[in-house]
């Protein structure tokens, strides 16, 4: 339970497959300790937006009534992620002179530089989420991650910025409010950038590294070069899609392609002994029927190679095939999938990884799981962002005092913690 020098944080991700709400306690030296965490199956998602608010607020109440349950705390507010299709990412450029008397670059001179690199056309049904410093360039001196205090007369920025539909962002919200909740400390986080923070390590972050989370009904794209985010952007395809192809390819029905791809399916048909039968349920069957395993695993790997053959043209288009000597991480639950790193390390051409959370204290052994990167990921960033209040003041729930303002939203320039 939380002391009085201690805040509770929440990390929510709203995915197609499941909500998941994750507590954690963050003390007044800053340290995160995971109290608990609840999950629901989602409905009203779709393709990775909100499609029904009603029906998404139920979903969301349910998982946060039992990560309150299991972990002991009242939740009024949580860190969102966002992510689909509409997300769009571009780099910018901001630069201002340094009017200061002594030439001393300070906050208000990052805010403006930062404001200069957000003056970009975007359309009117587009908001920007994150300005992303990437670095600041000082009097011409480039690479700079801590600008404030420096003698320049001219600061300039390097910044990622990620925009999104207003309205598809309004709804996440909108169904959070319908749960009963506001929005804490971490504001609303793209999604990719919460799972980057719970999985990639710092050093695959400056060598270069393209991070891919496959989910239920998208797969989201980060890639990182000279420690800072360079692109960002969503494949629609992912496990459900391989799900379906199973239902269709063999005349299964969903429940029965799903458990055929998670006992049987494999992305690498070269493994397996051409002589080995699976019984599969086969539609209006009352018999089970054996079928071999490999055309389970050739109507999967099809798809799969598929999904990051669309990886790779997006590292193309982004320019940024060549800087990601760390290779390819691979997480999210439709990475537990049997031979996704291989197929990965063969399409990218690059060395693969499969990642699970990073293990922060307190965390139980169920959220060691690729598929709760994201929530991870939602938790710490909650926690990240808490210097915006003061830690040592009375007990507080996160951003309890927001409580009302679900369209307050929090644009802070995520990667300056
Ligand atoms: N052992 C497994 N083998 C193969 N696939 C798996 C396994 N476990 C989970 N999956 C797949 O992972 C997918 C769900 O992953 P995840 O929980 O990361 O998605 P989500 O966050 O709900 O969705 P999204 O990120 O698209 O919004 C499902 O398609 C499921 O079939
Ligand atoms: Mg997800």
């Known amino acids: 339970m939380s002391s009085s020098r201690t805040q509770i944080v929440v990390g929510l991700d709203i995915g197609a497959t499941k909500i998941c709400a994750i507590t954690g306690e963050v003390s007044a030296d800053g340290m995160l300790t995971i109290l608990g965490s609840g999950l629901a199956p989602s409905a009203g998602i779709r393709r990775g937006v909100v499609a029904d608010i009603d029906a998404t607020a139920v979903s969301i109440r349910e998982a946060v009534r039992q ?15 966002v992510t689909g299709e509409h997300i769009a990412s571009l780099n910018s450029h901001g630069v201002v002179s340094v009017n200061h008397p002594h030439l001393e670059i ?3 001179a990052v805010d403006r530089v930062l404001d200069n690199a957000r003056m970009i056309v975007i359309p009117p049904d587009r908001e920007i989420l994150h300005t992303i410093p990437r670095w600041f360039i000082v009097d011409g001196l480039d690479g700079i991650q801590h600008p404030e205090g420096m003698s320049a007369s001219r600061l300039e920025v390097d910044a990622h910025i990620v925009t999104g539909t207003r309205t598809y962002i309004d709804n996440v919200l909108k169904s959070i409010h319908r749960a009963g909740l506001g929005i804490d400390a971490g504001g609303v986080v793209l999604q990719p950038l919460a799972t980057a923070d719970a999985v990639l390590l710092p050093a695959e972050r400056d060598l270069g ?4 989370d496959i989910g239920g009904s998208a797969t989201d794209v ?3 070069t000279n420690g800072a985010i360079c692109h960002t952007g969503v494949v629609p395809i992912a496990g459900e899609h391989v799900t379906r192809d199973i239902a269709v390819g063999i005349r299964v029905d969903m429940e029965e392609a ?15 002994d051409r002589d080995e039968l699976i019984d599969v349920q086969l539609l209006g069957e009352n018999n089970a029927t054996p079928i071999p395993r490999s055309i389970l695993a050739e109507i999967i790997e ?10 790779r043209d997006q590292m193309r288009r982004a320019g940024v095939e060549d800087h990601l000597s760390a290779g390819v991480v691979v997480t999210g639950g439709g990475s537990r999938l049997h031979g996704t790193d291989q197929v990965a390390a063969e399409v990218l051409d690059l060395t693969a990884r499969l990642a699970s959370p990073v293990q922060e204290t307190g965390m139980s052994e169920a959220l060691n799981h690729p598929r709760y990167a994201t929530a991870v990921g939602l938790t710490r960033i909650a ?13 507080s729930q996160g951003g309890g005092r927001k409580k009302n303002g679900i369209f307050r939203r929090i644009k802070r320039a995520f990667g300056k913690r």
């Open 106 to 108: 300070t906050q208000e």
């Open 67 to 81: 990560a309150e349950e299991n972990s002991g705390v009242d939740i009024e507010s949580v860190t969102v992620g």
């Open 209 to 212: 590294c393209v991070l891919v």
């Open 383 to 395: 926690a990240a962002n808490l210097d915006v209040f003061d830690l040592s003041g009375s007990p």
């Open 302 to 311: 099809a798809r799969m190679i598929e999904l990051f053959e669309k990886v």
């Open 258 to 272: 799903e458990r055929l791809k998670t006992d049987w399916g494999t992305a690498l048909t070269d493994l397996l």
């Open 222 to 224: 980060a890639v990182f």
